[in-house]
């Protein structure tokens, strides 16, 4: 369905959308990939692995601050105002401060390690919701800059603590805090400039297509995060920051695939007319195939040898390791179809059924992970890995039952 009081973009401009979309992701995965490699070169391993636990929570809880309601933006015209800013500091204010609480409690960060996170919690709520709602209103460089700017914090983070030779993570950390809060001024400040549609309603006029779309971002984020959150639990800290370097040399640049087709398959869905939305996701999903069989191949040539130049040595990643994490990258690179399409045109209907198999999909991937974890890491990524294949799956097959209804009718 295409929004209320947009117009769809040219076919030319919608390519040059998505070519914009993967080199601007591209340069963000450099720039996170370098970042995470800096610091654990320079951070004692323990002290990584706090870092890295950071990065996750702050990934997962600063999409989560919006409640949902930045994704409206996707489905139609809504109004950014004062009472939504007010609303998305106190939410995230208060997300980011039951997050610090909880961590602290249970010991994975200290007290101001935790307090920074909180901080860069609260800023990437206002960071999301500009990004997602100018990405709606047609301004792809400003969403983009956005979208990405945590990775290029972090790669300041890195790389000022290699030239102070800091070995405190309170560095990385105000850095990621501090860059947060200033992009989340500069996004607030664009997406006020930017051209509001008069049919624009309130978002909290629709906080029940909020929920169901909050579920979405939920386990959204919690699936490509999860690892991190499940690691520690059978394995500890140091193997955490193993799969840190991990995810920097090989899952990281599968996420950017999905995050290339969040950025620019829902648009496209929604400005497209009912009978090309298949092609449009053929098109996007047969280049995506033939990068993850040629990235594969690469990583697992390459990926042992980069580990351990980057990091001085000090982690050994071999081969079968990245493969695991070939495959657990591709398996969230197949996630991301399913919901993009639906955000794009699924019914109320359509999302619960999302969320349903997204649940279970999430309790298969723990309990595959926690199965495997009995052979380390490479087998709790395996776990993980099938465990959220069959869930995928039928999602997959719920959203394209949904276009080929679209077709027809």
């Known amino acids: ?72 933006f996707l489905r139609g015209p809504v109004r950014a105002g004062r009472t939504l800013l007010l609303f998305l500091i106190l939410s995230g204010l208060a997300m980011g401060g039951a997050v610090a ?47 990405t700017s945590a990775s290029f914090v972090l790669m300041l983070a890195g790389g000022l603590s290699v030239l102070l030779a800091s070995r405190d993570p309170l560095l990385p950390l105000t850095i990621l805090a501090g860059g947060n809060l200033l992009f989340a001024v500069v996004g607030w400040v664009l997406l006020r400039r930017s051209p509001q549609s008069p049919a624009a309603v309130s978002p909290f006029a629709r906080w029940r297509e909020a929920l169901s779309m909050l579920g979405l971002v939920a386990l959204g984020t919690l699936s490509l995060q999860i690892e991190r959150i499940v690691i520690p639990i059978p394995l500890g800290l140091k193997e955490l920051a193993l799969f840190g370097v ?53 990583l697992a040539a390459f990926g042992p040898w980069i580990a351990s130049i980057v990091t001085g040595g000090l982690y050994a990643v ?60 490479t087998g709790l990524l395996w776990g993980a890995t099938l465990g959220g294949a069959i869930p995928t799956m039928f999602t997959l097959k719920l959203a394209w039952a949904r276009l080929e209804r679209d077709s027809r009718s």
């Not at 009081?5 to 959308?17: D, M």
């Not at 370098?34 to 692995?49: D, F, H, Q």
């Not at 609260?122 to 400003?142: D, E, I, K, N, Y």
């Not at 869905?269 to 069989?293: F, H, M, N, Q, W």
């Open 1 to 72: 369905m295409t929004a209320i009081g947009t117009k769809a973009a040219p076919a030319s401009k919608r390519a040059a959308s998505s070519l914009f979309a993967a080199l601007g992701f591209g340069l963000s995965g450099a720039a996170f990939t370098l970042g995470m490699l800096l610091l654990a070169r320079t951070l004692p391993v323990e002290a990584y692995g706090r870092v890295t636990l950071s990065v996750a929570l702050f990934n997962i809880f600063g999409l989560l601050t919006p409640l949902g309601l930045d994704q409206l």
């Open 101 to 147: 609480l909880a961590v602290d409690a249970m010991g994975g960060l200290r007290p101001h390690e935790a307090g920074l996170t909180a901080l860069a919690i609260a800023g990437g709520g206002v960071v999301a919701t500009s990004s997602t709602a100018l990405r709606a209103r047609q301004w792809p460089h400003a969403a983009m800059m956005l979208a």
């Open 246 to 298: 991990l995810a920097s040399v090989a899952i990281f640049p599968f996420r950017l695939l999905a995050s290339g087709v969040a950025f620019t398959l829902a648009p496209r869905l929604s400005a497209a007319s009912r009978d090309r939305r298949r092609g449009i996701v053929l098109a996007e999903a047969k280049p995506l195939l033939a990068v993850t069989i040629v990235g594969t191949a690469a």
């Open 318 to 377: 071999d081969t079968p390791l990245i493969l695991a994490a070939c495959a657990n990258g591709a398996g969230k690179v197949a996630l991301a179809f399913p919901r993009a399409m639906l955000i794009a045109d699924g019914s109320h209907r359509d999302l619960m059924l999302l969320n349903a198999w997204g649940m279970a999909g999430l309790a298969l991937t723990v309990c595959g992970a926690l199965a495997g974890a009995s052979e380390g890491i």
